[in-house]
C-alpha cells in the first residue's frame, strides 16, 4: 500500500470511457444514468422492505438483501467516476483509485456469483425438503452461506487487486473502458502478464462455474421435485418462486460468461465495453425489479410501507 500512496500524479490513468459527446451518445449517456437511478433506489427500497418487515425475515430474502447490497455496492463502484469523467471532460483515475475500482469490482462480482449459487440451493431444500427446510437452512447455516459468499469474493478481490497493481505500466497509460477493469489494464503493462492471465482465466472458471454447477444441479432436483407433485397448484407456486432467481442467474452468469471465458483472439474492446454496462448496470437495474414485481409478499410488504407512509402524512 505504501508503494501505491508513493505513485505520483503523472501514474494516473486515462479511462478512455464508453460515450463520446455526439446527439446518440448524449441519449445513450441519458439512458444509463436512468437505469443507474432505478438501480440504485431499487436495491435501497429492497433492502428496506426486507429488514422492516417481519415477515421477510426468511432465508430467501435475507439471501435476496444480500444481493441487493451487493448490486448497490457494484453500481456505485464504477457508475459515478464515469459519469464525473464525463460531464467534467477530465478522464483521469489515480493510481490508488484504480487499484480499489479493480478489488471492488472482482470482489462482489465474485460474491454475487457465489450467492445466486446459494440461492439456487435454498429454493431447492424449500422445494424438495420443506418439513426439513427450517433445520438445513437454519439462521446459522444462513450467516454461514453469506460469509463463505463474502468470504470468497474478497479473497479473490484483494489478491487481484494486489498482483495487477504491482506491476509496471509504462506508455500512455489510456485504459479502453470505462472503469478500471482489469483485462484491460493489463495490457499496458510493460512485463509479459500471460501467466497472471492463465491464472486469472482459471481462477473465473472456478469462480464462475462451480456455482453454476451448484445452480444447475439444484434446479435439476427441483424439476424432478416439480414432476413428483401430484398438486398442480403447489406445482406452479413453486415454479414461480423459482423463475425470478432462474432469470437473475441467466442474466447474471450469461454476461459474466461472455467477458471472462471467451479466447483472448475473440475479445474485442467495443464488445466488453457493452456487456460491461449490461451486467455493472442493467443487472443491478433488473434484480430488484424481478424479484419485487413477480414476488407476492414484497408487494404486500410494499404496498404496507406506502399506506403506512399515506397514514402518517395524514396526521
Known amino acids: 500500500m505504501e508503494i501505491w500512496l508513493n505513485q505520483s500524479s503523472t501514474d494516473d490513468f486515462i479511462l478512455l470511457g464508453i460515450f463520446s459527446h455526439s446527439p446518440t451518445d448524449l441519449v445513450l449517456f441519458s439512458v444509463v444514468m436512468m437505469v443507474f437511478t432505478v438501480a440504485l433506489c431499487g436495491n435501497v427500497l429492497l433492502l428496506f422492505l426486507i429488514y422492516g418487515d417481519p415477515q421477510l425475515h426468511t432465508p430467501m430474502y435475507f439471501f435476496l438483501s444480500q444481493l441487493s447490497l451487493m448490486d448497490l455496492i457494484l453500481v456505485c463502484t464504477n457508475v459515478p467516476k464515469m459519469v464525473v469523467n464525463f460531464l467534467t471532460g477530465r478522464k483521469s483515475i489515480s493510481f490508488v483509485g484504480c487499484g480499489i475500482q479493480i478489488g471492488l469490482f472482482v470482489c462482489l462480482v465474485g460474491s454475487e456469483g457465489f450467492l445466486l449459487g446459494f440461492m439456487a440451493y435454498d429454493r431447492y431444500v424449500a422445494i424438495s425438503h420443506p418439513l426439513h427446510y427450517p433445520v438445513l437452512m437454519s439462521q446459522r447455516v444462513c450467516l454461514q452461506i453469506v460469509g463463505s459468499s463474502w468470504a470468497f469474493g474478497i479473497i479473490d478481490g484483494a489478491i487481484q487487486m494486489v498482483v495487477v497493481m504491482t506491476f509496471p505500466y509504462c506508455g500512455l497509460r489510456e485504459v479502453n473502458h470505462f472503469f478500471c477493469e482489469m ?13 497472471f492471465e492463465n ?31 401430484r398438486s398442480a397448484q403447489a406445482g406452479k407456486k413453486a415454479l414461480a418462486t423459482c423463475s425470478s432467481h432462474l432469470t437473475a442467474v441467466s442474466l447474471f ?15 474485442m474492446p467495443s464488445h466488453d465495453k457493452v456487456v460491461s454496462i449490461f451486467y455493472t448496470v442493467l443487472t ?18 410494499l404496498r404496507k410501507g406506502l399506506d403506512h407512509c399515506r397514514i402518517s402524512s395524514q396526521h
Not at 472456478?206 to 413428483?228: D, G, K, N
Not at 454476461?255 to 471465458?261: G, R, T
Request: glycine share 2%; aromatic share 14%.
Open 183 to 195: 483485462l484491460s489494464l493489463l495490457k499496458l503493462a510493460c512485463i509479459d502478464t500471460s501467466i
Open 199 to 229: 491464472v486469472v482465466y482459471a481462477c473465473c472458471v472456478f469462480m464462475l462455474f462451480l456455482p453454476f454447477s451448484i445452480t444447475v444441479a439444484s434446479y435439476a432436483f427441483i424439476l424432478r421435485a416439480l414432476l413428483l407433485m
Open 253 to 267: 452468469y450469461g454476461a459474466a460468461m461472455f467477458i471472462y471465458l471467451r479466447p483472448r483472439r475473440y475479445r
Open 284 to 301: 443491478p437495474m433488473l434484480n430488484p425489479l424481478i424479484y419485487s414485481l413477480r414476488n407476492r409478499d414484497v408487494m404486500r410488504a
